[in-house]
């Protein structure tokens, strides 16, 4: 890092106390919470907005909200259903709190292809979208870039995805061009990407005309800076910025610099979500590998070209593991579940509530063609190995879910198939139960030759 740019000190963490001094000390309740000292709390881990209080002033609602915001500034590209959100962010590492946001993964459109090849793109974006763990993993959003440098085929392709169900980035250095690109999309909220400084304050009007976002890009830090000093001293300030670097290693060294310096230094020039083309970077590490590690290095918004997109499922797959909520693992529904078509005679299963435990077992069953009832029992969302060693799985639990679904009334045997690492509780499910227990296999695609084998309705 250039020492300019270092910041000596670290910034100073907001207590509640400060917060509560601002507050009307009136313990009224409206805001959801007991007291005003609940709500500071409240306040300062980000879990409840400013405007939750009815009775704040103006003047202590400005400086709430301007003590409470994160760090790396809330940017909304597009509107409506369309809209995605980037930034928003408040820490580094994921388990200092979480992370709010999910990087953008958008794809590279652009005018030197002709309206078929473009087409075929869009096509092949909403087919690579696939559901995992009750969540679709899909494109979040197109970048259109003019790389003809000409408007009129560019305007042509804006024309052509201006109704698709994607916010747009308009990737253009011509403020002529941008012009004509906005006034198609008018009130489509699109992120105009390409400023430099040469061309600043052309695009800034464009950006403050149309109310959209914008993204800034320098060669060097001190650029950079200036270039976002101007857009702020005019008023702008859903700004992206495009980080400096040419090579991967770079990049991410630039990413790092910005995301350090907005959460733990309060680097406020800085605070704001990042935008990176890991296909048009200096590296021979193939692009998919690229778009991870710029991923995994705070980039709020990737933008892939037409050829990655192949390889993009595991990418979507990295970028779902990462935005989980360390606190909070993804969960289903306690509960009994339907897998196919069960009969009085099909097998019943117990499982774990974890999310991936629970979706890769119904898609195993539902692909072997097995019909069964399944029991998911409350496990804070821990997997099945989880919830053994730290005695989350419970007799107690399964009993308590048998009885509220009223399961030995849908079948005419008494049998329970349990996970095969949940053996050592089969005596004492049994007990509690007073049905048979079978430990099954320890992989989920080896249970339909398990119960071919070893399962029998007509055996209590």
């Known amino acids: 890092m250039e020492g300019w740019l270092r910041v000596s000190r670290k910034a100073k963490q907001m207590s509640p106390i400060e917060v509560y001094k601002l507050l009307p000390k009136t313990n009224c309740g409206k805001c959801g919470f007991p007291t005003c000292m609940a709500f500071a709390f409240k306040l300062v881990q980000g879990a409840v907005e400013v405007d939750k209080c009815p009775y704040l002033s103006d003047e202590a609602k400005s400086l709430l909200t301007g003590m409470t915001a994160p760090p790396v500034a809330l940017v909304v590209i597009g509107r409506g259903d369309k809209a995605v959100r980037v930034g928003g962010e408040k820490v580094s590492f994921r388990h200092e709190d979480k992370f709010y946001n999910q990087p953008v993964i958008a794809l590279e459109l652009n005018d030197l292809m002709d309206m078929e090849e473009a087409e075929n793109g869009l096509k092949k974006a909403e087919e690579i979208a696939f559901e995992r763990m009750g969540q679709t993993l899909k494109v979040n959003a197109l970048a259109l870039r003019n790389l003809s440098g000409r408007a009129e085929p560019f305007v042509r392709l804006v024309e052509l995805v201006k109704d698709t169900p994607y916010p747009l980035i308009v990737s253009t250095g011509n403020p002529s061009t941008a012009m004509k690109a906005l006034s198609i999309l008018k009130d489509e909220r699109p992120l105009l990407h390409g400023a430099v400084l040469r061309n600043l304050m052309p ?48 990049v991410i060294e630039s990413l790092t610099i910005i995301r350090r310096l907005a959460v733990d230094k309060k680097f406020e020039r800085l605070g704001y979500p990042t935008i990176t083309f890991p296909g048009d970077l200096k590296s021979n590490v193939p692009e998919p590998l690229r778009t991870s590690a710029v991923m995994t290095r705070y980039s709020s918004i990737v933008v892939v070209k037409l050829e990655a997109l192949r390889f993009l499922r595991p990418v979507m797959m990295l970028r ?11 969960s289903v529904k306690p509960g009994l579940y339907e897998v196919g078509e069960p009969t009085p005679e099909s097998p019943v299963l117990v499982t774990t509530n974890y999310a991936l435990t629970y979706y890769i077992l119904t898609e195993d069953l539902k692909n072997m063609g097995v019909d069964c009832y399944l029991i998911v029992v409350d496990t804070g969302g821990l997997s099945v190995a989880c919830s053994i060693a730290g005695d989350k799985l419970k007799p107690e639990s399964v009993k308590r ?60």
């Open 203 to 250: 695009m800034a009007s464009l950006a403050r005309r149309f109310k959209c976002p914008i993204s800034v890009k320098a060669a060097d830090w001190r650029t950079l800076l200036a270039a976002v000093n101007r857009l702020r001293g005019i008023g702008l300030h859903d700004i992206v910025i495009h980080p400096p670097g040419e090579t991967l290693k770079e």
């Open 320 to 330: 779902q593991s990462i935005m989980m909520d360390p606190r909070a693992p993804i």
């Open 401 to 460: 879910v048998m009885e509220e679904t009223g399961i030995a009334d849908k079948v005419k045997h008494r049998t329970l198939i349990i996970p095969g690492r949940a053996a050592r509780l089969s005596g004492d499910i049994e007990d509690a139960t007073g049905w048979r227990v079978l430990v099954g296999p320890l992989r989920s695609k080896d249970i339909a030759g398990f119960i071919e084998k070893m399962f029998r309705p007509n055996k209590t």
